[in-house]
């Protein structure tokens, strides 16, 4: 009767306590996580997630057999104060046989899932799938179509239902292109091209990472991967196409695998659209100002305006449709007026050690460069 209660006083103090845990478990939703491996939403996410519950599994198994034998020896077999010295056993063959084959037999089941992933992740794309080139940059990605002649930074489109080839180098360091909800992480070297690839069965705005410390600002080396509808892909190819006028004349493409050297090579600026609505609205006087500010104040040395044919080895990200990306300074800050303006102002304030120093811009030039840059969408 003494030990029952006992055993109820103990029971009422990890009542409440799973109940908190319960509760702090409860916080766990996936809308504050977007970011997660776990939700995958690509054939590739998919292979990952499901050699990553059948492990869980296994663990969960194991654990449950194991502790479940633990507690109920500590209390089937507890000692108490009159009891007899236990016989002392030293080594049982069959004993240590039995726990030699059971893990090994349990880490068989785990490595067959896991091999077979590791071919089906390294297989060849389809004949169809749509190349997309990645190049690693301190601290921005820069995302390069080159069947259509498109280039873009830090926020990807792709087509939902069509499989994407992934073709990744760097300019400088190994950073690491990470996409969570499509695929896992690969490693982006200087010199030598590394390939992902995967088929997104769901459209929306998902967010990206650097995986491999790269500096100062690689925990903000973000991204963002748009998926869209196959149509509505075609529709921003078509106008990332159309933007501005038609490719430049040889000299301002810099040759293929420039390094950082050449970053001053001619960047061509493109005026805004011509052919959208928002873009017919007669543009002000800021934008004609941030005009001339983009071209006289240094900015055109590290970025190009040019959608189609833009140079290669620019320092800074291709800003052809910055007007209209979802995020700035590679998925660090919402593309706010007022994020674009302090980002455009104060760089070194928002980025520590990015390679855009603060340029001695004003409130109100900001506000003209702000209004420029905008109208590229
Ligand atoms: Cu790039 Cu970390």
């Known amino acids: 009767m003494h030990l029952r209660t006992a055993a109820a006083r103990r ?8 109940c908190v845990l319960a509760l702090a478990l409860a916080g766990c939703s996936r809308d504050q996580y977007p970011q997660t491996a776990l939700l995958p939403l690509s054939d590739f996410a998919r292979i990952g997630d499901d050699v990553q519950d059948q492990t869980f599994y296994w663990a969960l198994g194991v654990f449950i057999l194991v502790e479940g034998a633990l507690l109920y020896s500590i209390f089937r077999f507890r000692g108490r104060p009159d009891d007899p010295e236990p016989s002392q056993i030293h080594g049982n063959t069959t004993i240590e046989i039995i726990w030699t084959l059971i893990p090994a037999l349990i880490l068989a089941a785990i490595a067959v899932p896991t091999v077979k992933g590791i071919f089906e992740t390294s297989r060849r794309t389809p004949p169809d799938a749509l190349k997309i080139e990645v190049i690693g ?11 259509a002649g498109v280039t873009t930074a830090n926020e990807m489109y792709i087509p939902q239902g069509r499989t994407v080839e992934i073709l990744s180098n760097s ?12 695929a896992g992480k690969r490693d982006v070297f200087p010199g030598r091209e590394t390939r992902l690839w995967w088929k997104a069965d769901s459209t929306g705005l998902f967010p990206g990472q650097c995986a491999e410390y790269c500096g100062i600002q690689h925990a903000r080396m973000a991204f963002h991967i748009r998926s869209v509808t196959p149509a509505e892909f075609d529709d921003w190819i078509a106008h990332m196409q159309a933007l501005g006028p038609k490719a430049p004349a040889a000299p301002a493409a810099a040759p293929a695998g420039d390094s ?43 970025h190009s305006l040019q959608a189609v044919k833009a140079p290669k080895g620019l320092i800074g990200p291709n800003l052809a449709n910055v007007g209209s990306r979802s995020y700035i300074a590679a998925g660090w800050l919402k593309n706010t007026d007022e994020n674009l303006e302090r980002w455009i102002r104060e760089p070194q304030a928002v980025k520590k050690g990015v390679l855009m120093p603060n340029l001695g811009v004003t409130v109100e030039e900001s506000r003209a460069l702000r209004a420029y840059l905008r109208a590229h969408q």
Not at 271 to 289: F, L, M, N, S, V
């Open 11 to 18: 029971f009422a103090w990890a009542l409440p306590s799973l």
């Open 171 to 182: 300019v400088d360091v190994v950073h690491s292109f990470w996409p969570p909800r499509f």
């Open 260 to 302: 950082l050297k050449t970053a001053s090579a001619g960047a061509q600026v493109q005026g805004p659209r011509k052919d959208t609505a928002a873009a017919a609205a007669p543009q002000g006087p800021e934008y004609a100002q941030g005009e001339k500010l983009f071209m006289t104040k240094g900015c055109m040395g590290c």
């Open 137 to 147: 940059h301190q601290w921005w990605w820069e995302f390069r179509y080159p069947d």
